[in-house]
């Protein structure tokens, strides 16, 4: 399983923009780069994902380097909320596709 | 959005018996459903995964005796943990992905937090 690497922790102020690193040199043609979110006592809660091209949605945006070996999700306002352990992955083509997580980012954010 | 549920929510049990976990995709039909488990301030871990109408795959160093993995629709698998003991309580977390959308995101249920004592 190809794996990412990200810093262990990251701090930001309330409504400034957040850049996450992940790095993931290994990536395979076909693993599709996968961002989840947790909060303390509860299941992860999907964030986004893309391929090759940038992506943007609702949550966050998703910068792809061309390489693809690595990604940076923008928070583009901090929020109290958006308080939570951050994780990159690598998800396999496929229904089947498995997540493996690594140890993420813990992202504090400050009034 | 699609839901995963998961019941219990928690559970307490005494050492030597099993519990089991269910995990049911609310609105979407699920061919495949992943479980995890979680131990205080670690990462997930994955388990098994649960594939409808046949048996799971589990991952390496995880028992198939011990945590017994039933996926017998396309909204439901269940986790049962079999003769707990206290090194088994954690956090069991399962996932899903909607049928047919390949690499697409996945998603998690609440979490069950089992305690054996």
């Known amino acids: 399983d190809a794996k990412t690497t990200q810093p262990n922790s990251m701090e930001s102020n309330e409504e400034e923009p957040v850049h996450l690193p992940c790095n993931h040199s290994t990536i395979s043609g076909t693993d599709y780069i996968h961002w989840y979110r947790q909060l303390p006592s509860q299941g992860p809660e999907y964030v986004i994902h893309g391929l090759t091209s940038n992506v943007n949605n609702r949550m966050a945006s998703l910068a792809i380097a061309e390489d693809r070996k690595s990604s940076t999700l923008i928070l583009h306002r901090a929020t109290l909320r958006d308080a939570a352990v951050y994780y990159c992955?690598?998800?396999?083509?496929?229904?089947?596709?498995?997540?493996?997580f690594g140890q993420g980012t813990t992202l504090q954010v400050k009034p | 959005g699609a839901v995963v549920s998961q019941h219990p929510s928690w559970v307490i049990c005494k050492s030597g018996t099993s519990v089991k976990i269910e995990c049911r995709s609310l609105?979407?039909?699920?061919?495949?459903m992943f479980w995890y488990r979680q131990f205080p301030k670690q990462s997930l871990m994955l388990m098994a995964t649960?594939?409808?109408?046949?048996?799971?795959?589990?991952e390496q160093g995880v028992e198939k005796d011990k945590f017994l993995i039933n996926h017998a629709s396309l909204t439901l698998s269940t986790l049962t943990v079999t003769s707990a003991h206290p090194e088994d309580s954690s956090f069991y977390i399962c996932?899903?992905?909607?049928?047919?959308?390949?690499?697409?995101?996945?998603?998690f249920g609440e979490g069950s937090r089992l305690t054996v004592l």
């Open positions: 649960s594939n409808e109408g046949s048996k799971a795959t589990y």
């Open positions: 609105d979407f039909q699920a061919t495949t």
């Open positions: 992955i690598l998800r396999e083509s496929g229904n089947t596709g498995k997540l493996i």
């Open positions: 996932s899903a992905s909607i049928a047919g959308v390949r690499a697409g995101e996945l998603f």
